[in-house]
């Protein structure tokens, strides 16, 4: 059993549509990170989210980390082929004990 | 930009042997992981390191031994392979300090057979 959960775990989308991931949790967290993973490269950082509540933008993508620091989502508006790839939320436990969702795979079809 | 380097790329071993996969970061990182990646089930945490010389589990430790004798190093040694550890391995660093960014290496792919 995954401590941090990932819906929808496939997403298969028409370029230029809207679309969310969710991470969630029944453990609280003192923050969340999401990641991107290409094929044969590992994750790379996205962003961190501390503080419930917070809401962090990078260019089309909108993350936002819950009230209760129980669940993050990630909202990619009009998404293009170049977002494809494998989306994976992260939790810390303590200060540095990083555990993983299970990820949700991306196709953004032209 | 080395970052972290994790030798060999691909390996293939028979059920019961043993073998070390490598990992060294060059950025002067504290802390320092293993992870494994099966289809469907994300990263979970091997075993992790805070500096040289302090290790502990993760999510999933049986079948694997680690140690951390300098900064820079962080091997993962498996004991006896058996065909459920067939996976890709991400070692990864981080500096010291609260929520930082996890750094990866482009992985190990073990098959056993």
């Known amino acids: 059993t995954q401590l941090l959960e990932q819906s929808p775990q496939f997403l298969s989308i028409q370029e230029g549509e809207n679309l969310t991931v969710y991470c969630n949790s029944s453990?609280?967290?003192?923050?969340l990170q999401w990641y991107r993973q290409e094929p044969g490269e590992g994750p790379v950082l996205l962003v961190t989210?501390?503080?419930?509540?917070e809401v962090k933008k990078l260019k089309r993508l909108t993350f936002q980390f819950g009230d209760a620091r129980k669940d993050s989502s990630l909202h990619i508006t009009a998404a293009q082929p170049g977002d494809t790839g494998l989306y994976l939320c992260a939790g810390f436990q303590g200060a540095q004990k990083l555990v993983f969702g299970q990820g949700t795979r991306l196709t953004i079809n032209p | 930009n080395a970052g972290v380097t994790q030798t060999p790329k691909f390996q293939v071993l028979k059920t019961g042997q043993s073998m070390t996969l490598q990992c060294a970061q060059d950025?002067?990182?504290?802390?320092m992981s293993w992870y494994r990646q099966d289809p469907g089930m994300g990263l979970r945490l091997i075993h992790y390191?805070?500096?040289?010389?302090?290790?502990d589990q993760g999510e999933v430790p049986n079948g694997y031994n680690v140690s951390r004798s300098t900064t820079e190093d962080f091997p993962l040694r498996l004991l006896s392979a058996a065909p459920s550890q067939t996976s890709v391995y991400f070692c990864?660093?981080?500096?010291?300090?609260?929520?930082?960014?996890?750094?990866f290496g482009q992985g190990t792919r073990l098959t056993v057979v």
């Open positions: 390191s805070v500096g040289a010389g302090i290790t």
């Open positions: 950025m002067n990182h504290e802390y």
């Open positions: 989210v501390v503080t419930g509540g």
């Open positions: 453990s609280v967290f003192s923050s």
């Open positions: 990864a660093s981080s500096p010291t300090g609260y929520y930082t960014e996890a750094f």
